[in-house]
C-alpha cells in the first residue's frame, strides 16, 4: 500500500508571493529538483525548520551573521599571512644560512594588491543589531 497524500497548490499570480513561487518553480533546474512536490517539500522544510529553530533561539540568526563575519576575518588573516609568509621564511633562511653579521638586515613589506579586502568590504551588521 502506497503511503502517499496528495494536496492541491494554488497560486494567485495578482500577489506578490504568489507569483514569486510560481516564477521560482517554474524556472527550477529540472536536473536538481525531479519535481514539483521535491521542492516544495524542500522548501516547506527549510523554512518551518528556520522557523522554529529561531522561535526556540532568538539569537539564532545573530550568531549566523556573526560566524559569517568571523569566517570574513580568518579568510582575510590567511590570505594576509599568505602574502607575507614567503619573505618572513626567507630572512629566517638568511639569517641561518649566513650568522650574525654586524648588519642586520631589515624586510620592508608593502603591499600593492589592489584586490585586497579592506574594512569597508566587511558586513558588519550584526554590531548594531
Do not use: H
Not at 529553530?53 to 570574513?72: A, C, H, N, S
Not at 588573516?77 to 649566513?98: D, H, R, T
Amino acid at each position: 500500500m502506497s503511503n502517499i497524500k496528495c494536496t492541491t497548490l494554488r497560486f494567485n499570480l495578482d500577489k506578490t508571493l504568489d507569483r514569486q513561487a510560481w516564477e521560482y518553480l517554474q524556472g527550477m533546474n529540472k536536473e536538481e529538483f525531479k519535481s514539483y512536490s521535491q521542492a516544495v517539500a524542500l522548501a516547506v522544510t527549510d523554512y518551518f525548520k528556520r522557523y522554529y529553530q529561531q522561535v526556540d533561539d532568538p539569537y539564532f540568526e545573530t550568531r549566523e551573521r556573526e560566524e559569517r563575519f568571523v569566517k570574513q576575518i580568518v579568510t582575510a588573516v590567511e590570505m594576509a599571512v599568505e602574502k607575507v609568509l614567503p619573505a618572513f621564511l626567507a630572512a629566517c633562511f638568511s639569517k641561518i644560512v649566513m650568522p650574525y653579521t654586524t648588519a642586520i638586515p631589515t624586510i620592508t613589506i608593502t603591499n600593492n594588491n589592489e584586490n585586497d579586502s579592506s574594512a569597508d568590504e566587511i558586513d558588519f551588521d550584526f554590531v548594531g543589531g
